[in-house]
């Protein structure tokens, strides 16, 4: 399947993608014709259709290749060839309602926005799936390079948008350390919060006594009522302080 798809030439690619638009106009009027209440079955009013519908078939080719539509890459379809979607339901659809108005089966008017609506979403239901079938053959076909971007900001989502296109990269999710992108998921991609090295040193925790009681310590020597009385903060971990009689007893020893 992979040597099929890279046999391919642009030009045939485009030939397979007009094929499938125009495939998918029956589709859509079937479902439209399924969903509303109308006279008949939906077989038997799509059946009328018939006599218009090679007419509406060719203004629909006519208007796909005029919009460059076919001629999109799967990858490359964005905001841009969304709306060049939507520009083909709505003139296929008016074109309809037209051919139907002149020729018959009599239609509701509400028919033909359901109808426009219904194509718009098989036009883009085909593109997605295509784009993940043949995503799914290369990636079976070729090897990827999963990679993960540090940084969840503008450049990481415009590094991600860029790589998703690259034959052998493929981005899998961001790290960052704001907690506020920590979850979100930007262009398709995942942002987690980044793990801790395990090479990073722990901060040495303080004793919880001043320099001066530190010093008395090591020389042996009890604490007084002045030996912190030069101190910013009060001692947290040295022996209580002691009284006047007991200094006087220590010093008489």
């Known amino acids: 399947m992979f040597n099929l798809i890279s046999a391919l030439s642009r030009k045939q690619k485009s030939?397979?993608?007009?094929?499938?638009?125009?495939?998918?106009?029956?589709?859509?009027?079937f479902l439209t014709f399924l969903v509303l209440p109308l006279p008949g079955?939906?077989?038997?009013?799509?059946?009328?259709?018939?006599?218009?519908l090679p007419y509406v078939l060719a203004l629909a080719a006519?208007?796909?290749?005029?919009?460059?539509l076919p001629k999109v890459q799967l990858n490359a379809y964005e905001r841009h060839a969304v709306g060049l979607t939507a520009l083909l339901a709505s003139i296929t659809a008016g074109a309809t309602a037209g051919l139907?108005?002149?020729f018959g089966p009599d239609l509701p008017p509400g028919t033909?926005?359901?109808?426009?609506?219904?194509?718009?979403?098989?036009?883009?239901?085909?593109?997605?799936?295509?784009?993940q079938v043949v995503v799914a053959i290369y990636r079976r076909a070729q090897p990827r390079c999963r990679v993960l971007i540090y940084g969840a900001g503008t450049t990481g989502?415009?590094?991600?948008?860029?790589?998703?296109?690259?034959?052998?990269?493929d981005p899998v999710a961001f790290v960052d350390d704001n907690t506020s992108l920590q979850g979100v998921t930007l262009v398709g991609c995942r942002c987690s919060r980044p793990p801790a090295s395990p090479r990073s040193p722990k901060p040495a925790?303080?004793?919880?006594?001043?320099?001066?009681?530190?010093?008395?310590?090591?020389?042996?020597?009890?604490?007084?009522?002045?030996?912190?009385?030069?101190?910013?903060?009060?001692?947290?971990?040295?022996?209580?302080?002691?009284?006047?009689s007991?200094?006087?007893?220590?010093?008489?020893?």
């Open 15 to 29: 030939y397979i993608f007009l094929a499938i638009d125009l495939s998918l106009i029956p589709l859509a009027l």
């Open 41 to 52: 079955s939906a077989l038997a009013t799509l059946a009328a259709m018939l006599p218009v």
């Open 62 to 68: 006519a208007v796909a290749l005029w919009l460059g």
């Open 100 to 102: 139907t108005l002149l």
């Open 112 to 131: 033909h926005v359901v109808f426009a609506t219904t194509y718009f979403l098989c036009l883009l239901a085909a593109r997605a799936l295509l784009y």
């Open 157 to 169: 989502a415009q590094l991600a948008q860029a790589l998703k296109a690259h034959d052998g990269i």
């Open 205 to 244: 925790r303080s004793s919880g006594s001043c320099w001066r009681c530190r010093r008395r310590a090591s020389r042996n020597r009890p604490r007084s009522s002045s030996d912190c009385s030069g101190c910013s903060w009060r001692c947290r971990r040295c022996p209580p302080l002691l009284s006047s």
């Open 246 to 253: 007991e200094k006087r007893r220590w010093s008489t020893s």
